[in-house]
């Protein structure tokens, strides 16, 4: 989960990601604000969750006077488009990997390092899926979380 720089080009991902997010904020016909973006990019700055304060903090830096508010607006739009997901362990965002699609994400993340990794194992979503329907439930949201060690940190 910690990349190796020689293996993962990160201002590549960073520009990816938000290329990206203007694509499919442009084709739902919603609007990526300055702040927004910025947000985005800060989510992206690393392949960590980041609390909300956390990016006040960084906003702040830039010289913006952001407050709470502006910063969970802009989560919220992020979220809504698909653009991060909530790690809800860790109360925390992660810019998302695959925002074009519609997917139920799982984590992997490390609890030495706080690296986190998206996966999207259909396996995962439709074996909840078809237990909560056996079981009669409605499933509003899944959040699958796995706590361990990257490889990198086992072998630290």
């Not at 290329?19 to 700055?45: D, F, I, N, Y």
């Not at 830096?61 to 989560?75: F, K, W």
């Not at 009669?136 to 940190?153: D, I």
Request: charged share 25%; net charge positive; hydrophobic share 40%.
């Amino acid at each position: 989960m910690k990349r190796n720089a020689a293996q993962h080009d990160h201002r590549k991902c960073v520009h990816t990601a938000l290329s990206t997010a203007e694509a499919v904020c442009k084709a739902r016909g919603e609007k990526l604000t300055p702040v927004r973006k910025r947000v985005l990019e800060l989510v992206w700055a690393s392949h960590r969750p980041v609390g909300a304060y956390a990016l006040l903090d960084s906003l702040r830096a830039d010289g913006r006077s952001a407050a709470p508010p502006t910063v969970y607006r802009a989560l919220e739009f992020l979220l809504a488009q698909g653009l991060v997901h909530r790690v809800e362990s860790l109360n925390a965002y992660l810019g998302c990997a695959h925002p074009a699609a519609d997917h139920a994400a799982q984590f992997l993340i490390c609890r030495q390092c706080g690296t986190a990794a998206e996966l999207e194992e259909t396996d995962i979503a439709s074996a909840i899926d078809r237990h909560a329907k056996r079981a009669g439930f409605t499933v509003e949201r899944r959040t699958v979380e796995a706590m361990g060690l990257c490889a990198a940190c086992q072998t630290a």
